[in-house]
DNA sequence: ACGCACGGCCTTACGTCGTAAACCGGCAAT
DNA sequence: ATTGCCGGTTTACGACGTAAGGCCGTGCGT
């Protein structure tokens, strides 16, 4: 009774179907990011998500083309989301880029804070162009955000480096916090106690005896002001881009 | 006569000994981060690293504690290597503490673009206090970072802050360039011709088709002014936190 | 001088990973 | 009924990280 329970409804494949859903490449990215949400990249192997399927490791190879093909699938997907609910009203004439650029912005950030496990492979992977840059490496985003700023007065030059500074700008925040956020799933982390007990473990470590001025401010260092901080620093971006646009 | 070669020199292990350098965790380090310059991150294996070393993998868990401990040595190891050369008069009065900046900026670019397999690890890997930021991952880089900075008139709070933004500057610049100029050692990378030919499968892949504004510029996007556009982009950061210093 | 503990490296072994290749049941069209 | 494909399974291989124990030369204690 195992596998069997969905068995009688096969009379037709119809779309009415609604025990199992099938699989799909569609379905095993989004299973895929869901799993990694939950426990980590390294945790996400293809026997696992098999698993999750309730199917067999082999059974993905029919629709992702390995590994990192379905690494490479989640972030697309993940990206991709993005353009999609690109409300067109942004890209006209009516509201500024800025306002474009802040949606967009705020669009990547929220990616990063939903996903925070997948967010570093968006960082990290290497684009499939050199002119895809993380995290905005879709050739809709990119041709969006191109379109927008050219038809606000952006010439092509300046276009071009907005994007890059925009990357940047997003990758070091975004990373950044999605690092904070995804706090590893370090279940515990024996401090792996390194020997006997004699011995006090002279070297520095974690006592902040030596740095003071990291001791005072731990706290401070420690809080997180994050949703604020980017929004300065876009703001200050945005500035900038300005700045640069009528010089 | 496989591994007997190394073996008539073996009168005694002295410290005149040059033919084989001794293990040590030191060496161990140094090794792995040349071998992930010279190959990939994944090609770096226990098995691999013991190879480079003339020794078998298992030896070298007598000095580093499983390969998670050996990434975080290489990354301690690259980020110390800051603190070392630290010129000690920039941490005095004497320069302004934009030269500090200005000179730990380009430090940390100089690591991600001699090491920039090595350096997504910097970038990615959690740090040991959520107040480790990367890419400045190093308590004694920390420690001076705000030294330097109180020690010329910023309080707690703006040295803090001026800390959280250096570290989001550099670790998306940086990492973007590392990725770009790591590029992957992509061997050839089959396009993997996914299917029949009749239907000519609707979706984007590569052709800019329906990409004008990227197709046009596409030559400027792959231009790489990587070293002017860091300059411009850490000085405007400089001028930013001076404007936040004296408001 | 001799023995012996010990540090440093090797051998063996286990479980898990990605994935190639062959296989197999059932549906559709012939 | 036959055939062939479609979607999934089985089996298998090599490489990985690493636990556990073995082995051998060196240097210290006596």
Redesign the interface.
């Known amino acids: 009774m195992d596998s069997k329970a969905e068995r009688d409804l096969t009379s037709s494949t119809r779309a009415t179907d609604s025990a199992r859903p099938a699989l799909s490449r569609d379905r095993i990215i989004a299973t895929a990011i869901a799993f990694v949400d939950r426990r980590s990249l390294t945790a996400l192997t293809m026997r696992q998500l098999g698993k999750e399927l309730g199917v067999e490791a082999m059974s993905l190879y029919r629709y992702v083309?390995g590994r990192e093909d379905l690494l490479e699938g989640m972030v697309d997907r993940m990206v991709e989301e993005l353009h999609l609910r690109t409300d067109s009203e942004l890209l006209d004439d009516n509201s500024g880029w800025q306002a474009y650029l802040q949606w967009l912005a705020q669009g990547v950030r929220s990616l990063a804070r939903d996903h925070p496990k997948v967010f570093?492979l968006i960082?990290?992977k290497?684009?499939?162009?050199?002119?895809l840059?993380?995290p905005l490496r879709s050739?809709?985003v990119?041709?969006d955000f191109?379109?927008t700023l050219?038809s606000h007065g952006f010439d092509?030059?300046r276009?071009?480096?907005a994007?890059?500074?925009f990357?940047?700008?997003?990758?070091?925040?975004l990373?950044?916090e999605a690092?904070?956020l995804g706090?590893?799933t370090?279940p515990a982390e024996e401090p792996?106690d390194e020997g006997g007990s004699d011995v006090p473990n002279a070297d520095?470590d974690?006592d902040?005896a030596?740095?003071?001025?990291?001791q005072?401010?731990?706290t401070?260092?420690?809080e997180d002001h994050a949703a604020a901080?980017f929004a300065q620093?876009l703001e200050?971006l945005l500035d900038?881009l300005d700045r640069f646009l009528t010089e």
Do not use: C, K, M
């Not at 290497?126 to 002119?131: I, L, Q, S």
């Not at 990357?167 to 925040?173: D, Q």
């Open positions: 083309n570093p960082a990290t290497h684009p499939a162009a050199p002119w840059r993380p050739l809709h990119v041709e191109l379109t050219i092509d030059n276009a071009v480096q994007y890059r500074a990357s940047s700008f997003l990758l070091g925040h990373l950044l690092t904070l706090a590893e370090g792996l520095q974690l902040l030596n740095f003071p001025h990291i005072r401010l731990e401070q260092l420690s901080e620093a200050d900038r």
